[in-house]
């Protein structure tokens, strides 16, 4: 026994050793929950309940955090729905977000639109002119849901034909205000109209699309896409005097983009605070899981497996950056610095060599150049915060820990080595009271291992 205690030791020094030099900034913080550090916490928000996605954190984590911070200037680069400018912004701050997938953005400036300027009663009486529209027996077929393979059968034939007179209606609308809300109330209803259901990676689906799947699962009953609009529409129109009250005259700057591209174009020291949640290094496909919504919104798939390399590396297919960030930035010190630590960090270096010692017991190999990948793209995030944050300055992150082949992968202790040597000070590691457990898989060959859920407080010295 003591011999293979030994044996495994020897296998994570280096990552035993960056724990010791951390242990005493990492703490369970009490107020943390699952639901503040999710999108659970939206759910009744106004606006922030009109899109389900899943992959964000609630608006009172962010009032939270930043409640004793003196902070006029505020940064999420990867702002999801919006939730963190959104709150940023009615808490009095000049804040920006900056966000790659279309579906995000489409949300956050949907709420933006409701808030300022749009009329109550003109916004009702155009609902109520979509609903009628899909009515008529008449539909464009030039309007069809173009499907891609991962979204064939979908929809029940009748919604298909609905959902192609709802976007005539909407193409036809002129005020942009309008057409903004009026879009995302039909994308925020495709999967509850639809025999899919996001589940993890992939869509789930319901044995009565048609496709070979299995018939443990099923949806209840499918409301009509009129039903499942009339319900978003009436909720909306519930919420626009609290976004009025809340947001007007307060709309964050939302940048469409990838951060490994748009941080670069920001100036030194221009936010005083920042709080994000960065994709998880955990396989997790947004291009897949959101394919109703992208499609859509007008994506092909050529259009989504280039979205797919263009998120920060994720999943297994995403191949290596360093050739499109060396075009992005030549020999700028700041990238060859974000390289250099990837590099000599040993204890991911650690991870990665076990990891490829065991390539030929991982479900996938791909999860060696995912690791790899993923913190080669977020050690230069990290140095374009400490960059961009001004001496004092404040930078939250949520993220999860994550294992593979029984390796943990302590990204919280790696992206805050990555901080210190970029300037900013690693002040504290707050961990839910309770982490994650290792996938059923992997419980079965390794046993039970949680995994810390965390938020990361980073500052710079200096103000």
């Known amino acids: 026994m003591t011999s293979t205690m030994n044996q495994v030791d020897a296998v994570q020094r280096a990552r035993n050793s960056l724990y010791d030099r951390f242990a005493s900034r990492i703490s369970v913080k009490e107020s943390l929950s699952r639901k503040l550090v999710s999108y659970q916490g939206n759910k009744e928000a106004p606006g922030l309940r009109w899109m389900k996605y899943k992959e964000g954190f609630s608006a009172s984590l962010v009032q939270s955090l930043l409640s004793q911070h003196q902070a006029k200037t505020f940064l999420d680069p990867f702002s999801g729905t919006g939730t963190a400018p959104l709150t940023a912004s009615c808490m009095g701050m000049d804040s920006a977000g900056i966000e790659i997938m279309p579906v995000g953005n489409l949300s956050a400036r949907a709420i933006v639109a409701a808030a300022n300027g749009l009329n109550y009663t003109n916004f009702h009486y155009t609902s109520q002119e979509l609903i009628a529209s899909l009515a008529s027996k008449e539909f464009e077929t030039d309007q069809l849901f173009q499907h891609i393979p991962i979204t064939e059968r979908a929809f029940p034939e009748q919604t298909e034909q609905d959902l192609a007179k709802a976007r005539k209606f909407v193409d036809d609308v002129c005020d942009p205000s309008l057409k903004t809300l009026l879009t995302l109330a039909c994308v925020s209803v495709l999967e509850e109209v639809s025999y899919t259901r996001k589940d993890g990676q992939f869509l789930r689906w319901d044995p009565r699309s048609g496709r070979k799947v299995s018939k443990r699962w099923q ?98 297919e995403n191949k290596s950056k360093r050739e499109l960030l060396l075009r992005e930035y030549g020999r700028a010190p700041i990238l060859q610095h974000a390289f250099q630590m990837t590099d000599n960090q040993s204890a991911l270096q650690e991870a990665l060599c076990v990891l490829k010692q065991e390539a030929h017991n991982l479900s996938n190999r791909n999860v060696i ?95």
């Open 219 to 316: 949806k209840a009953e499918l409301p009509t896409l009129a039903q499942a609009l009339q319900r978003r529409l009436g909720e909306i129109m519930n919420d626009m005097p609290e976004l009025q009250r809340k947001y007007r005259n307060a709309a964050p700057t939302l940048v469409d983009g990838s951060s490994l591209t748009e941080l670069r174009n920001l100036p030194d020291e221009s936010f005083d605070a920042v709080v994000t949640s960065p994709p998880y290094a955990n396989r997790y496909d947004y291009t897949r899981t959101y394919a109703l919504e992208l499609v859509y919104l007008g994506y092909d798939a050529n259009r989504l497996k280039e979205l797919r390399q263009d998120l920060l590396s994720a999943t297994v």
């Open 369 to 463: 150049s995912l690791v790899a990948n993923y913190f080669t793209e977020m050690a230069l995030v990290v140095s374009e915060l400490a960059r961009i944050v001004s001496p004092g300055g404040s930078v939250f992150m949520i993220n999860d820990n994550v294992r593979y082949h029984g390796q943990e992968i302590p990204v919280d202790l790696i992206l805050s080595d990555f901080a210190e040597q970029s300037g900013l000070q690693c002040e504290a590691i707050w961990t839910l009271n309770r982490g994650k457990g290792n996938s059923s898989q992997q419980m079965g060959r390794f046993g039970r291992q949680e995994l810390r859920k965390c938020v990361y407080f980073w500052r710079k010295c200096g103000g």
